[in-house]
């Protein structure tokens, strides 16, 4: 256990070696001892101590429309490579590509996706719509990216370290509209690879952004929101949507999914002949 938790754990007596050796927390030697090692981080690196105490918070936005199997790819994996504490799953209000499903329902339906992983899941519905009553959301994609993350950095605190997670091709845009982190911002970037999406990063942010950009490989499979959405029309459940999500839509019967009827086994009185 890391000596802050135990601290925090009740323990008041430290012992080493064969269990001889020992000195009580509470005693003044030790308050000494622990406002030592304290200054001497501050000394040393302020932020370095400021790292020991602030959260690493995930960010990913998307449509959401419906969530699948490569989203929970990105989702999962950002979380263990990148050692979060939580992530943020936040669905676009306003798109640059028609969205089917309104807000609230998609935010329902990624909830529904992770209710039994909430803690480290995030999907901020309640957040969403107050912000948004607050001031309405823009029109314009980025605006509405700026926005949230200017909210989660207030809602979170400013002395955490946050990761906006992103497909190349997302990553890309934002390298058209000038719209990667201000050095200010306590925020990195960080890119998944898409297949059939270039690459490659543009040779001017490696000084811009440093060690604030990340390039990971998830191997994530490639799939079509679109293509899922048309299955459904037709009655069929894709095998790229999560089971929860896939409960969810074929309870609401969202984008258009009617499960085709089966035939009865015994037709109805009337009927027969």
């Not at 000195?23 to 040393?44: A, D, E, F, N, T």
């Not at 998609?106 to 209710?115: D, I, P, V």
């Not at 001017?204 to 293509?227: A, H, M, Q, W, Y």
Request: positive net charge; proline residues 7%.
């Amino acid at each position: 256990m890391p000596f802050l938790e135990w601290m925090a754990a009740g323990a008041d007596v430290l012992q080493w070696g064969n269990g001889s050796h020992f000195v009580k927390l509470g005693s003044p030697l030790m308050k000494i001892c622990i406002r030592v090692i304290v200054l001497i981080l501050s000394l040393h690196s302020s932020a370095g101590l400021s790292q020991l105490f602030c959260a690493r918070v995930g960010l990913f936005f998307g449509n959401f429309d419906p969530p699948h199997a490569a989203h929970i790819k990105i989702i999962s994996g950002s979380l263990k490579l990148l050692s979060l504490d939580r992530i943020y799953v936040i669905p676009y209000a306003v798109s640059d590509s028609e969205i089917k499903i309104s807000l609230q329902t998609r935010c329902e339906m990624l909830q529904a996706s992770f209710e039994e992983e909430i803690s480290k899941y995030r999907v901020p519905c309640d957040q969403l719509s107050l912000w948004n009553k607050k001031e309405p959301f823009s029109a314009r994609p980025n605006a509405f990216v700026k926005r949230v993350l200017k909210e989660l950095f207030y809602l979170e605190g400013w002395d955490n370290q946050f990761f906006q997670i992103m497909g190349t091709d997302e990553f890309h845009q934002i390298v058209e509209s000038g719209g990667f982190p201000k050095p200010d911002q306590p925020l990195s970037i960080v890119v998944i690879k898409r297949p059939g999406y270039n690459q490659t990063v543009p040779r001017f942010l490696i000084p811009e952004l440093g060690e604030r950009l990340f390039l990971i490989d998830l191997e994530t499979p490639r799939v079509s929101s679109k293509k899922i959405r048309d299955l459904l029309k037709k009655g069929i459940l894709s095998p790229h949507l999560p089971k929860k999500a896939a409960n969810f839509i074929k309870e609401k019967g969202l984008y258009g999914y009617k499960k085709t009827p089966k035939k009865p086994d015994k037709l109805p009185e009337y009927l027969e002949e």
